[in-house]
């Protein structure tokens, strides 16, 4: 049911993505998007569809070719250019018969044709950074610097984005993403979904991630190696589909740890895979604040994670450890010290469930200041 109008009246938000496919990113814009519409404004989707969205989904879906003007879009540079002065045109035509308060492009390839798109025409641009390699923040940081607002949702990344990326300081915010409260599930559920999954082992360690190369599974992979050696009563499982999945599965066949590591494809009941678990277990290569970590919080699941930007604003020694990127040895050191000290095990759980209700990871509450934000940048404030 739509509220009343807000103090500012109703926006119309034109919210940009690469490619709409499963993951955190497209999750953040899908439900900013809800409660922006709940409150009574008009929200329009815009990038390349995929899996989560498209004009089988929006009857207002801008098809623009952002997918192919990103760097992981496959294709030559001066392809890629053709796809930008293409998408610019497609958005620029668009903008000139839909009539937007402002344009929020997540990621650098819809900020580029965004960009392009509405000189001239005094439409503002906010740009959120959702984390990247290292040696892509110079780049992004480019292409950001052009916009009136540029979004992260760690200090982290803001502090990367000047220091790295030259964003000027005043046009940088920090806004975190709200992450949606846990559903039931039965304890019932849980017990035979934790039995299924441990089978002869003693305790479960699990990754909730997409199988590509920023995740780190090859890292995990190295690390139930490691692990198991001394402890084979442990476990893991990866829920999460990938291109890399096929290249993956080989490793671990490889480096014989079939019998204690599953991959599980994607799941539709994240949580319940969670609350099944004993230890979430993260080694991607870059971040920049994931749901994942907040997720198993939620499911009273402490979390050991690779210090990748907003990772080191989630993760303290009440609720599990941060360990440095790719440091197979530091990894599997913090995982032992966790899961085999039982009252520590509880206590961090307990520790996590407590920091998942604060307001930071409060939707409504996160989604409150990005009204706020975009009623500054529609000079509605």
């Not at 502090?159 to 990326?165: C, K, N």
């Not at 740890?257 to 277990?281: E, K």
């Not at 307990?350 to 996160?366: C, E, G, I, M, N």
């Amino acid at each position: 049911m739509t509220q009343d109008a807000p103090a500012g009246g109703r926006l119309h938000i034109l919210e940009l993505q690469t490619q709409f496919g499963v993951g955190g990113i497209t999750r953040h814009v899908l439900s900013l998007r809800d409660w922006m519409r709940g409150r009574g404004h008009t929200v329009t989707l815009g990038g390349t569809p995929a899996a989560w969205a498209g004009p089988e989904t929006e009857h207002d879906f801008l098809d623009l070719p952002t997918k192919f003007v990103s760097a992981d879009g496959g294709g030559s540079l001066p392809m890629r250019l053709f796809q930008v002065a293409r998408g610019a045109w497609v958005l620029r035509r668009w903008l000139k018969a839909n009539r937007v308060d402002l344009i929020h492009a997540h990621e650098s390839a819809p900020a580029l044709v965004a960009n392009l798109a509405r000189m001239g025409t005094g439409i503002p641009l906010a740009v959120t950074y959702h984390g990247s390699e290292p040696e892509r923040i110079a780049a992004f940081g480019g292409i950001a610097s052009k916009a009136d607002l540029v979004i992260t949702p760690s200090h982290a990344s803001a502090s990367d984005l000047a220091r790295i990326g030259g964003v000027p300081e005043d046009k940088l915010k920090v806004i975190g993403l709200g992450v949606s409260p846990a559903p039931d599930d039965s304890a019932d559920e849980i017990a035979a979904l934790r039995k299924e999954l441990l089978g002869d082992g003693e305790v479960l360690v699990i990754t909730v991630a997409r199988l590509v190369h920023q995740k780190g599974v090859d890292i995990l992979i190295d690390v139930v190696a490691r692990l198991i050696r001394d402890h084979p009563g442990l476990r893991f499982v990866v829920a999460g589909d990938g291109p890399d999945e096929g290249r993956l599965k080989d490793l671990a066949r490889t480096r014989g740890v079939n019998g204690h590591l599953r991959f599980l494809g994607r799941v539709n009941r994240p949580h319940l895979y969670l609350r099944a678990s004993d230890l979430f277990l993260l080694t991607s290569r870059w971040e920049a604040l994931p749901f994942t970590i907040v997720e198993a919080f939620q499911a009273g699941v402490p979390a050991v994670a690779a210090a990748c930007s907003g990772v080191v604003e989630l993760i303290d020694d009440q609720v599990g450890a941060v360990v440095p990127i790719g440091d197979v040895d530091a990894t599997a050191e913090a995982v032992k010290r966790i899961v085999t000290d039982g009252e520590l095990l509880n206590s961090m759980g307990q520790a996590a469930l407590t920091k998942s209700r604060l307001d930071r990871f409060d939707p409504d509450w996160v989604h409150h200041q990005f009204e706020e934000t975009y009623f500054t940048l529609a000079g509605r404030s």
